[in-house]
Each structure stands twice: as C-alpha cells, then as structure tokens.
C-alpha cells in the first residue's frame, strides 16, 4: 500500500526516492493499486475496540491515514510526516472527501530527541515509514510510551519494490528487472540497513507484545492498466537512479528504452505488465 533512494532518505515514503513531485506520484498510484490490500490489512488488525484516536507515523500522500478513516468511521487521525509538501496534498485529499475535520496534519522529523505531542493514541499505523529510522530501537521505545494502555501498533513493510515484467522481458535482455533490483538492493543494504529486518524481536525488546504477524503476498494480473503502467515507470525510474553505475551498457540502454514514453517498447505502451510484491505486518501491543 507502498510502499530507491539517490540522498538520505524520509519517512513515509513507502521505499521510493525522495524527490518531493515524483515521490508524491508514486505514493498515490501506491495507494490507488494496492488499495484492496490496505483495506484488508486495516480489517485483519487485532483491535479489542475500533480506536477512537489514530497515529499515522510517516504518512506520505495519505494512503493509510484513508484506509484508516474508511475502516474506523468514528476515529480521528493524526498525520506525521517529514515532508510539507506530502502534508499539503493530504489536507487538500481530505478536504475533497470531506472528512478535514477529522485529520491533523504534524510536520516532523522522527529521528530527533524531542517529538511533538501527538497525543495518546489508541492505534498507530507505521507504513514502510520504520525502516527509515535512523535508530528504530528508540523509535519503537517511543511509539510505546506514546500509546494508550492496551493500544496497538501496526508495522507495515515491504519486502522490497515491486516486480512489474515478466521473466522473458524485455524481449532483447531477458531478466533485465531483477538485475535492476539485485544492483538497487546492495545500494539499499548500505543505506537503507532496516529494510526487510524482522521487526518482531525488535516490538519485544521495546516492550510490546506481538500478538500476530501476517504476510501478504500481492499479485495484481489481468487487463490493461493505466495506473499500473505508471507505477512501473515512476518504480523503475527511481530504481534506475541506483542501480545504473552497477548496470552493464546493454542492461543500460534496455532499460532507457522501457523508461522511453516515446518508445513502442516503452513500460507506459507494455500489455504484459502486473504488480508483484509482499507486504509484512506486525501487530504488537503495549503490554
């Protein structure tokens, strides 16, 4: 529901680089694509209340803070992020939809000593946004003392970015996808150490029970989509960013040509494209 990196990355981001415009694109095709599967993690949630009072740490565009506010009618939100621009597109999503009154929006920088009062949630909701913590032992400390008693916290993550093209493709270097990625991921090993860690012996250190983990395996096929064209391009663009000093000359060009618009082998013209990724969710409690 999210969610590479050429600089330090931010929070809520959902794995994808931080150039605010193109960061925010991909953010909603995330949210518009894997919206059933938010919606279902959402459901499955081990809550012995609907929570009245919700944290969204690391919100981006907004895709949880909705899911949230669908899935629990009653419930207010708050929304933190590190990024103005990504709080300014969520107040104006959540005027259009007319629940504003029941979102508030905090800028803030997560990995500083003093957080902002955020209240005393009864859920909070962290969506690919953990991994980029700079000390996520005392981030999880904090996230329990900031919990209501008895209070829940999701832990969204993603195994890493998603596979969009067939094995075969493309037709001139088979396998081109994978080595893109396999070239990204030893760029995200060094500065991205958390992504894909086990957070479950990291909840219980902190002091939280984790009371279920469940892992959610994504396979969207089928007709012809725009918003999947897209999201492929917008992936593959920001992978290309890392992965091309590692990338050969022939892997390089092939995928110049898939990230060409112009190009009738271009990802955005491509009818074999499909989205395939895990999502991993903890669910821990304040003992």
């Not at 929070?11 to 279902?40: F, K, M, R, W, Y």
């Not at 907004?62 to 969520?90: I, K």
């Not at 920088?109 to 009864?122: A, F, K, M, Q, R």
Request: charged share 25%; hydrophobic share 40%.
């Amino acid at each position: 529901m999210a969610q590479t990196h050429q600089h330090t990355p931010r929070h809520g981001d959902n794995g994808h680089h931080p150039d605010h415009g193109g960061q925010a694109e991909i953010l909603d095709l995330d949210a518009e694509v894997l919206a059933e599967h938010t919606a279902s993690i959402t459901a499955w949630l081990p809550l012995k209340s609907e929570p009245r009072r919700i944290v969204d740490l690391g919100c981006g565009t907004g895709a949880g803070t909705f899911a949230l506010l669908d899935r629990f009618p009653d419930a207010h939100v708050t929304a933190v992020d590190t990024s103005a621009g990504h709080l300014r597109l969520l107040r104006e999503k959540a005027c259009a939809r007319g629940v504003e009154e029941r979102v508030r929006t905090v800028q803030a920088d997560l990995d500083t000593n003093h957080w902002p009062d955020l209240g005393t949630p009864d859920l909070v909701w962290a969506s690919a946004s953990m991994h980029h913590m700079a000390n996520p032992d005392r981030t999880l400390r904090r996230v329990r003392e900031l919990l209501a008693p008895g209070g829940l916290f999701a832990v969204v993550e993603l195994a890493g970015f998603p596979r969009f093209l067939p094995a075969h493709a493309p037709e001139n270097r088979p396998g081109l996808e994978e080595r893109a990625h396999a070239a990204a991921d030893s760029f995200h090993a060094e500065h991205v150490p958390h992504r894909g860690a086990d957070w479950g012996p990291m909840l219980t250190a902190a002091g939280f029970t984790v009371e279920d983990e469940r892992t959610i395996t994504i396979g969207i096929e089928g007709e012809r989509s725009e918003a999947i064209g897209r999201y492929a391009y917008g992936s593959l663009q920001r992978i290309r960013g890392v992965a091309a000093p590692a990338l050969g000359p022939e892997d390089l060009a092939a995928l110049d040509e898939l990230l060409d618009t112009d190009s009738p082998n271009g990802l955005l013209r491509r009818e074999d494209l499909a989205v395939r990724t895990e999502r991993t969710v903890w669910a821990a409690r304040r003992a």
